[in-house]
């Protein structure tokens, strides 16, 4: 196998035991440095050119952990890591690091990274809430891992916190939106069932009060077929008797009081007795 093509599907960068171990000898690597094939990050770290956080990560010495692992794992996030979070056997202050304690569970088979269960459970303790909850859901929601054994890892007193995120997972969600937007409505005590098949419109994402129907839309619904079918859906939604709100990633990620007080501006709205009929409700 070619040294570079090696590298590339160890995320770009290897130790140089590694790279002994898998054939290339001392000769070998120093003749690729010399020709810019490889650089050589520090003693015993080689990576290929150009900005490569796994290299920065073997050169720091430990394994990626909670949301930098992110990427590695195919977690939801909400936001990209502000530092490099990082589990180390000997920590030491250095700047732009978040250090976490050592793995519990199997690492990464090959990539200098923390296993699933340990990258969660750092996730827990060290994430603002719906940040750590997004991340376990994406897993749990995907069979990766599941929300017994998590919770199983975080039993006693020290650990309430971590257990109050994993009270948030639901048994399923289909995106980020889904696990935010249900997260708002039961906090503002609203009766929500997820997942409801409506005959003539299909499968929704939320129904509130078993009358509001609300959808929260990613990008992909912005593709012209889609918006058709969104519309029809509202008009079938409609024609049966419900309501419907429909909400994006900027309303629920950036602004979720203002989505909240809608929805429930209009179930008061369709609450009052100001007609005998549905309709009149908003007259």
Not at 55 to 65: N, P
Not at 104 to 113: A, N
Not at 130 to 135: I, K, P, Q, S
Not at 157 to 171: E, K, Q, Y
Request: charged share 25%.
């Amino acid at each position: 196998m070619d040294i570079c093509d090696y590298l590339a599907r160890r995320a770009g960068a290897a130790r140089s035991h590694e790279l002994q171990k898998a054939g290339f000898t001392r000769a070998r690597v120093g003749r690729a440095v010399a020709l810019g094939l490889l650089v050589r990050v520090r003693r015993g770290v080689y990576a290929l050119p150009g900005d490569n956080r796994v290299a920065g990560v073997l050169a720091a010495g430990g394994r990626l952990t909670c949301l930098s692992a992110a990427p590695v794992y195919r977690l939801w996030t909400l936001n990209d890591p502000a530092g490099l979070h990082l589990s180390r056997s000997h920590p030491v202050h250095t700047s732009g690091v978040v250090e976490h304690g050592r793995p519990r569970h199997p690492r990464h088979p090959w990539l200098p990274v923390l296993g699933l269960a340990d990258v969660l459970l750092h996730a827990l303790h060290c994430l603002p809430e719906l940040e750590a909850l997004v991340m376990v859901q994406s897993a749990v929601s995907a069979g990766d891992v599941s929300l017994d054994f998590l919770y199983g890892r975080c039993q006693g007193r020290r650990n309430g916190r971590a257990r109050s995120v994993l009270d948030l997972v639901i048994p399923r969600a289909d995106s980020v939106l889904e696990v935010l937007a249900n997260v708002y409505f039961a906090r503002a005590g609203l009766r929500v069932r997820r997942h409801v098949y409506i005959p003539g419109v299909g499968e929704v994402d939320f129904l509130v009060e078993e009358i509001l129907v609300v959808e929260t839309d990613g990008s992909t619904h912005f593709e012209p077929k889609s918006i058709k079918r969104d519309q029809r859906r509202n008009n079938r939604s409609i024609i049966g008797g419900y309501l419907v709100l429909r909400y994006y990633y900027e309303d629920v990620i950036h602004r979720p009081e203002a989505m909240v007080a809608e929805v429930q501006a209009v179930l008061r709205a369709w609450r009052r007795p100001t007609g005998s009929g549905r309709g009149d409700q908003f007259a």
